[in-house]
């Protein structure tokens, strides 16, 4: 005899309104089993795994719930061929939106005659055109909001005479947030100096490249990360 199963899952996104993918909209997964071996199957169960761009474990709002089967089988049984259908649920978190994506996986496992638990798979996307035919995840994509926050502090490096004044050293520390939902690529910056009568001045040094929060090269940031660069200016007469 062959035992074997297949399953698939699609995902279908019910938006909130506002016509892009993100927070507050439902993702409607369905899931199907099909028996693929010929002897039947009993004792079906289906566990599901999501996560969120970052790899954070997420809760299904609502089921799997057992939809029914082409053939009439209640749920956990499938006979030779016959399809079990299931949906389970989704709402798009805020934080959950800004990774970029919405990962999913269901493992199916059930039992052959005189056995426990001893077929078993793991979904497929139903999309064969990615590349992957078996056991891919199901990954929504959230619709891309790119933003980045830049914040400017300095502080004074006196020369030691207590005055605020030529030959003190102000060191300037730039820092750069990815505050949206999308890796960022080519960032740069353009630093401009004055003093109080708007003359342009120059920096003495920098600005330099200094740390990234999550270790993304220079001019690269990755979802809530932060980079740091720092400049520095001599005052003189």
């Known amino acids: 005899?062959?035992?074997?199963?297949?399953?698939?899952?699609?995902?279908?996104?019910?938006?909130?309104?506002?016509?892009?993918?993100g927070s507050g909209d439902i993702i409607q997964y369905t899931i199907?089993?099909?028996?693929?071996?010929?002897?039947?199957?009993?004792?079906?169960?289906?566990?599901d795994t999501l996560t969120d761009g970052d790899g954070d474990s997420l809760s299904i709002t609502n089921g799997p719930f057992f939809s029914g089967s082409?053939?009439?089988?209640?749920?956990?049984?499938?006979?030779?061929?016959?399809?079990?259908?299931?949906?389970?649920?989704?709402?798009?978190?805020?934080?959950?939106?800004?990774?970029?994506?919405?990962?999913?996986?269901?493992?199916a496992t059930a039992s052959s005659p005189g056995n426990t638990n001893d077929v078993t798979d793991?979904?497929?996307?139903?999309?064969?055109?990615?590349?992957?035919?078996?056991?891919?995840?199901?990954?929504?994509?959230?619709?891309?909001t790119p933003s980045i926050e830049a914040t400017k502090t300095f502080e004074i490096i006196d020369n030691g005479d207590g005055l605020y004044n030529s030959g003190d050293?102000?060191?300037?520390?730039?820092?750069?947030?990815?505050?949206?939902?999308?890796p960022l690529t080519g960032i740069n910056f353009t630093d401009n100096i004055s003093d109080g009568a708007g003359t342009v001045?120059?920096?003495?040094?920098?600005?330099?490249?200094s740390t990234s929060s999550l270790g993304s090269a220079q001019g690269s940031l990755?979802?809530?990360?932060?980079?740091?660069y720092?400049?520095?200016?001599?005052?003189?007469?």
């Not at 005899?1 to 938006?15: C, F």
């Not at 793991?122 to 891309?144: A, C, L, R, V």
């Not at 050293?169 to 999308?182: D, M, Q």
């Not at 001045?201 to 490249?209: E, I, N, S």
């Open 222 to 228: 990755s979802i809530n990360e932060t980079s740091t």
């Open 201 to 209: 001045l120059a920096l003495t040094d920098g600005p330099f490249y």
């Open 169 to 182: 050293i102000i060191k300037y520390t730039i820092t750069f947030e990815n505050t949206g939902n999308a």
């Open 32 to 47: 199907s089993v099909k028996n693929t071996g010929n002897i039947v199957l009993t004792n079906l169960g289906i566990v």
């Open 70 to 107: 082409n053939q009439g089988s209640a749920a956990g049984t499938l006979q030779v061929g016959e399809i079990a259908t299931y949906i389970a649920y989704y709402t798009i978190t805020s934080s959950a939106s800004q990774t970029g994506t919405i990962i999913n996986t269901v493992t």
């Open 122 to 144: 793991i979904s497929d996307d139903g999309d064969d055109t990615d590349g992957n035919t078996e056991d891919d995840p199901t990954i929504t994509f959230n619709n891309p």
């Open 230 to 237: 720092i400049a520095f200016y001599v005052i003189n007469n």
């Open 1 to 21: 005899s062959n035992t074997s199963i297949e399953v698939t899952k699609t995902a279908t996104v019910i938006d909130n309104g506002d016509e892009l993918t």
